[in-house]
C-alpha cells in the first residue's frame, strides 16, 4: 500500500500501474494519431510534388533544374544587345561572329530543334479569350503562388498547373519583359497544354529574343527582355570553350547536351566579366 503524503487518501501499486498504463497507453494513442495526420499530410504533399515533377518531365521542362542559379546582370544584357545584328541573327564578338539558331538553342537546352509551331491567339474563339481573361495581368507572384499551391487531383487540375507553370517559366526565364504582369505574347504557349513538348520551343526562343533586341535597338531602351542567359551561354561556350579549346564552330560542337550544366555560377561570374570586355572593345571599333 502507498498513503501520499499530506493526504488521507490510500492507494495502491496496482492503482498506480493502472494510472500509469491508462495514460500512457491514451499519449500514445493521441501521438500515434497526430502522427498518422502528419505522415498523411506529408504523404499528400509527397503525392502532389511528384504529380508536379511528372507534369513538368512531360512537357520536357526538366531541363530547368540543369541552369545554374545565376541572374545575368543588367550589365552583360545590355552589352550583349548591342552587339546582335537581329536581321541576320547575329552576336558579333572579337573571336569571331555567332550565327544564333534554333539548333543552338536546342543544344543549350537539351531540347528538340523541331516541332509544330506555337498557335497564335484567336479573338473569336471563345476558349482563348477565356483564358485571355484568367491570365492576363496575373503578377508573377501571383503565378508562382499558385503553382506551389496548386492541387493536382484531376486532369483539369494538372492541365491548369501546366499552365501556370509555363507562364511562370516563360516570365522569369524564357521570354522575360520588363512589365510586372503578364502580357499578350505570353498567353499563345498555354493556349493548348495538351501536349507542349509537340511544339518547335528553340524557334520560339529565338523569335522572343530577337524582337526584344530590335525593341531595345529601336526604341533606344534602357532594358532588354528576351532569354540573355541562353545568349550568354552561346557566347561564352564560343569565346572561352568551344572555339579557342578543341571543337572549332559552335555547330560542330561535341560536348554532351545540355550545354548549360558547362558552367558553374562562380565560372559564371567570372567569364561574364571578360564578355563584357571583349564585347565593349568591339563596339568600340564599330564607332
Known amino acids: 500500500m502507498l498513503t501520499i503524503q499530506g493526504s488521507n487518501k490510500i ?12 495514460g500512457v497507453l491514451k499519449f500514445r494513442a493521441v501521438t500515434e494519431s497526430r502522427a498518422k495526420k502528419r505522415n498523411k499530410t506529408l504523404n499528400a504533399t509527397l503525392k502532389t510534388l511528384n504529380a508536379k515533377l511528372a507534369e513538368i518531365e512531360a512537357i520536357r521542362f526538366d531541363f530547368l533544374h540543369r541552369v545554374p542559379q545565376w541572374h545575368v546582370k543588367q550589365g552583360i544584357m545590355l552589352q550583349l544587345a548591342r552587339a546582335c545584328d537581329v536581321e541576320t541573327n547575329t552576336l558579333r564578338v572579337d573571336a569571331g561572329d555567332i550565327r544564333i539558331t534554333a539548333e543552338l538553342i536546342g543544344n543549350v537546352f537539351s531540347i528538340p530543334s523541331r516541332g509544330d509551331p506555337i498557335p497564335e491567339l484567336q479573338k473569336k474563339n471563345a476558349s482563348h479569350l477565356a483564358i485571355k481573361r ?34 511562370v517559366v516563360l516570365k522569369m526565364f524564357l521570354n ?31 523569335k522572343w529574343l530577337r524582337d526584344a533586341i530590335r525593341k531595345f535597338q529601336d526604341e533606344n531602351r534602357e532594358t532588354c527582355g528576351g532569354c540573355m542567359f541562353m545568349l550568354l551561354v552561346l557566347q561564352i561556350n564560343y569565346v572561352l570553350y568551344f572555339q579557342r579549346l578543341k571543337h572549332g564552330l559552335l555547330h560542330a560542337c561535341q560536348v554532351p547536351e545540355p550545354w548549360i550544366v558547362e558552367w558553374t555560377t562562380n565560372e559564371l561570374d567570372k567569364k561574364a566579366d571578360h564578355v563584357i570586355s571583349q564585347v565593349q572593345s568591339l563596339i568600340i571599333s564599330f564607332l
Not at 496496482?14 to 498504463?21: C, D, L
Open 11 to 22: 492507494i495502491s501499486l496496482s492503482q498506480i500501474q493502472g494510472f500509469y498504463k491508462t
Open 134 to 167: 484568367e491570365f492576363q495581368k496575373k503578377t508573377t507572384t501571383q503565378l508562382r503562388d499558385f503553382v506551389f499551391a496548386c492541387p493536382m487531383e484531376t486532369e483539369q487540375q494538372r492541365m491548369t498547373f501546366r499552365r501556370y507553370f509555363i507562364l
Open 176 to 206: 522575360p519583359t520588363s512589365q510586372q504582369t503578364i502580357s499578350p505574347w505570353h498567353l499563345p504557349p498555354i493556349l493548348d497544354v495538351s501536349n507542349p513538348r509537340r511544339f518547335y520551343w528553340p524557334y520560339q526562343i529565338l
